[in-house]
């Protein structure tokens, strides 16, 4: 191999560890489990054994179709299943509001004995909806207890109640509320679900006579919601600043071409891309219920909020519960992968109770214990090999790549200009590649996810690599993860 000092490229040649890790790497497979009229559980007894021994059957077959998250219904209809000094306990538990276990605490504990990551679903602004009235003819409902915050909905002759989120109090309440499941529940996130107004028609002129300012309505409405996120995000993180905050809103931001559904930005006031670029969410689960031939079709909708995620994680929401989109599952979750999404999550449990995952037929673990597993082992590795390996530092400058054979299996970088940087990487196979950086500040970034062919790839790299101390390449397909420290 010839070598010349500075030559055109200069090449910067790191052997890194091989560690063996699952081909889908860090692919989110949820799944809803709803409590509210109990949908998937408790079952329709007050028998407290047979309740656990049913969400303990739920939780087994969760693992045995290799899911890893759970979003577990624990407030709706303005009653919980958790411990609370806010909001009175569910009658599903034993008929009378009292509380003879704890539901939550019951389900974390198996959910991570069972090695499965669980976030507390929350209805957040709707406060009751059905036929259960005696439900809310308790004095202890926040409709009884503050009925100057309520604002009753009615469509297609049914009525809802909602919160005012105009009103500061009423965010501070549900912020407050949802710190106090945070301080006293080892849940691995919070998953906020009706996190928006009913629709336009919405009682709140009083409150933005008051509170409106200088803002339009829709904008004052827009910007309440988005508050009360930015607040919830800012309590819980400062109980626990690793706890995961989510949020599932309707599948369509904005209408595209051919399009006429129900639009968060403009009909329920989710402004989802500000909450995204502002960080007060960790990930999004948009509820994307149609199927590829519907007339929302799922293919482009899925793709334009993963283009729009603003570095943070899209959980793409399945309508499992539809027919045709049940049908198309299987194409579903491998048109995620395409488009780079981070996981899937599926609505919800009793619709896929008897359903096999082609897709998922290997056993990927994805959940918060056992990353952190993963992750002493990573680090146990690298730490061994940086003490072993004293040529790790080594530079290697060559003036072009072709010397280099197909054995040549490590990545090789050049940097070719402040801003630009280039990839080689000789592969036994294909494969599709996840290029990652982390900063100085310990910041993941996804650079890059591409596919690469059997043979020499070369992948470009639009950023100034000095912004990095290490590149990581995850291969998706062949169980490898390379690490370049620069």
């Given at each position: ?5 500075f030559?055109?490229s200069?090449?910067l ?12 790497v860090?692919e989110?497979?949820a799944?809803?489990i709803?409590?509210?009229h109990r949908l ?7 028998n407290i054994?047979v309740?656990?021994e049913?969400?303990k ?7 045995s ?5 759970i ?7 303005g009653?919980?299943l ?5 909001e009175?306990?569910s009658?599903y ?13 019951f ?7 069972r090695g499965?990551?669980?976030h ?5 602004v709707?406060?009751f909806?059905g ?5 809310i003819?308790n004095?202890n ?5 503050k009925?100057?915050?309520i604002?009753?909905d ?5 009525k ?6 105009g009103l500061l109090e009423v965010?501070?309440?549900?912020s407050?509320l949802i ?6 529940y080892?849940?691995d996130g ?5 996190i928006?107004?009913p629709g336009?028609n919405?009682?709140d002129?009083?409150?933005?006579k008051?509170?409106?300012?200088n803002?339009?309505?829709?904008e004052w409405?827009?910007?309440?919601i988005?508050?009360?996120?930015s ?15 989510g949020a599932t809103?309707?599948?369509i ?16 006031y989710?402004?989802?891309k500000?909450?995204l ?14 199927s ?5 079709q799922?293919d ?8 729009n995620s603003?570095?943070?994680k899209?959980i793409i929401?399945?309508?499992a519960?539809?027919?045709?989109v ?5 194409r579903?979750i491998?048109y995620?992968?395409?488009i780079?999404?981070?996981?899937v999550a599926?609505?919800?449990?009793s ?7 082609l897709?998922f037929?290997?056993?990927v673990?994805l959940?918060?214990?056992e990353s ?8 146990k590795?690298?730490n061994?090999y ?6 790790f530092?080594?530079?290697?400058l060559?003036e072009n790549?072709s010397?280099?054979n197909?054995?040549?299996l490590?990545?090789t970088?050049?940097?070719k200009s402040?801003?630009?940087s280039?990839?080689i990487?000789y592969?036994?196979?294909?494969d599709?590649?996840?290029v ?9 970034e996804t650079?890059?996810?591409?596919k690469i062919?059997?043979?020499k790839?070369?992948?470009e790299?639009?950023i ?7 590149i ?10 390379m690490?370049?420290k620069?």
């Open positions: 191999m010839l070598i010349k000092k030559s055109i200069i090449i040649l790191y052997f890194l560890s091989y560690i063996a890790i699952h081909s889908q860090n989110i497979r799944i809803w709803a409590t509210n998937d559980w408790p079952p329709p007894t007050f054994e309740q656990k049913a969400l059957e739920i939780f087994d077959s969760v693992k179709k290799n899911l890893n998250t979003y577990f219904q624990v407030r709706s209809n009653t919980v958790f411990k609370s000094s806010f009175p306990f009658l538990i034993d008929g009378k509001g009292g509380m003879p276990y704890d539901p939550l605490q389900a974390i504990e198996e959910a991570h004995k499965l990551e669980i507390a679903w929350i209805n957040t709707q406060v909806a036929s259960e009235l005696n439900v003819n004095p409902h926040i409709i009884q207890k009925p100057e915050w604002v009753e009615i469509k297609n002759n049914s809802s109640y909602w919160l005012n989120p965010r501070e309440y549900l407050n710190k106090e499941l945070v301080e006293n080892d849940v919070v998953h906020l679900d009706y928006r107004y336009k919405f009682n002129d009083s409150t933005f008051l509170y409106g300012k803002l339009s309505r829709d409405r827009r910007k309440n988005t508050d009360l996120i607040l919830i995000n800012k309590k819980i993180k400062a109980v626990k600043p690793n706890i995961q905050l809103p309707i599948g931001y904005k209408n595209h071409k051919g399009m006429n559904g129900w639009e968060g930005f403009y009909e329920v989710q402004d989802t500000d909450w670029k502002k960080g007060i969410i960790d990930y999004i689960t948009p509820q994307i219920y149609w590829f031939d519907d007339k929302y799922f482009i909708l899925a793709k334009d909020w993963v283009e603003y570095g943070k899209v929401g399945i309508g519960f539809k027919d045709a049940k049908n198309e599952i299987e579903m491998e995620s992968r395409k780079g999404a981070d996981g599926f609505f919800r449990y619709s896929i109770k008897d359903y096999k995952f897709a037929n290997d056993n673990s959940t918060k214990l952190n597993k993963n992750n002493q082992i990573k680090n590795a690298e061994n940086t003490q072993e390996n004293n040529k530092e080594d530079i290697t060559a790549f010397s280099f197909n054995q040549f490590k990545p970088l050049i940097k402040n801003n630009y280039e990839i990487i592969s036994e196979s294909d599709e590649i996840i990652k950086g982390e900063t100085e500040r310990n910041n993941d650079l890059l996810k591409t062919k059997q043979g790839n070369v992948i790299l639009k100034n690599i000095e912004d990095y101390k290490t990581f390449l995850i291969f998706q397909k062949t169980n490898k993860l690490r370049l620069l």
